[in-house]
């Protein structure tokens, strides 16, 4: 996916040009994959640019991080105000925020304590993840061959970039094979998620998502769509789900900040349902988008403006 570069970038407290933005090629991040990141939004709100739950955001960042023995040198409160002047500095409006956080270059081999932790935090624009005919008409996706990560052998459910050579393996499979996205399956053969999406199933009203402990990331937007599910009135219900019971389902959907509500149409070339986006999916993508544009008063404590 193609992005327009902004000028500047915050690294460890200072801003610098977007072209300085590197790391060296000995960091331990780089060849262990012991780094942990955030993918966050920023959406044009009628008071200015807003940042959809930054402090969530950086607290799981901070979690990540504890997860690899990582110490990130800057407070949550430091991050998000970071974060601020990153999209303000760029006079970004609507943007995406990935901030990074890497174990840089002491030595050579596997053991990274002790070595230093380096922090940079990048926004620029960003459309639809995928695709505008994806969130509107909904993807076709098919079941990775891959299994999800096990978090017997990694921290499954932290966001360990070295984690993501498995979503990588999938999504490459799936577009391969001429679909728009990957759905992984747990060690144990039970629905995990997507690539970078928490997934979700309608059952005659009825909304169910794979729990926690089924190793998946504790997706922020998934957090959003089940507390504001549930406010509309919708059972929703965390539980198991094979995969032969999605093609049972009336409606699937993806999760993720970069994703955010994004219908499923086709599963392992099956329609979903009528093969469009259901009335569910399509209620809640709606409320999502107001909550997160300003427009609902109801979660306005989820929107951090940036002025
Ligand atoms: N599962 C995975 C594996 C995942 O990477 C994401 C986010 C989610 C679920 C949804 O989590 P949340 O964003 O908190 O609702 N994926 C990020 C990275 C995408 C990328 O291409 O990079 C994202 O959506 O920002």
Known sequence: ????????????????????????????????????????????????????????????????????????????????????????????????????????????????????????????????????????????????????????????????????????????EAKQNGFDEALLLNEHG??????????FAVFNDIIATPPLSTGILPGITRDSVIRTARGMGYDVVERSLRRGELFLADELFFTGSAAEVTPIRELDRRPVGNGKPGPVTKRLQARFLDITTGKDPEYSEWLDSVQ
Request: with cysteine; proline share 4%; charged share 15%.
């Open 1 to 172: 996916m193609q992005i327009d570069a902004p000028d500047r970038v915050w690294k460890n407290g200072t801003m610098i040009a977007w072209k300085d933005a590197t790391i060296h090629a000995l960091s331990h991040g780089l060849h262990y994959g012991t780094a942990v990141f955030e993918g966050i939004r920023c959406y044009d709100t009628q008071s200015g640019p807003a940042v959809f739950r930054l402090k969530d955001h950086m607290t799981r960042l901070h979690t990540s991080a504890k997860a690899i023995h990582m110490t990130i040198p800057y407070t949550v409160n430091e991050l998000c105000a970071a974060t601020k002047d990153v999209v303000k500095q760029n006079g970004l409006r609507s943007c995406y925020v990935r901030p990074i956080s890497l174990f840089g270059v002491s030595g050579i081999g596997v053991n990274p304590i002790g070595y230093p932790v380096d922090t940079f935090i990048m926004a620029f624009p960003l459309g639809a993840y995928l695709g505008d005919d994806g969130i509107k008409n909904g993807i076709r996706v098919h079941t990775s061959s891959w299994r999800r990560i096990s978090s017997a052998s990694v921290p499954a459910t932290a966001k360990i970039c070295g984690n993501y050579v498995n979503s990588a393996l999938a999504v490459m």
């Open 190 to 199: 039970m629905v995990a998620e997507g690539s970078g999406e928490n997934i």
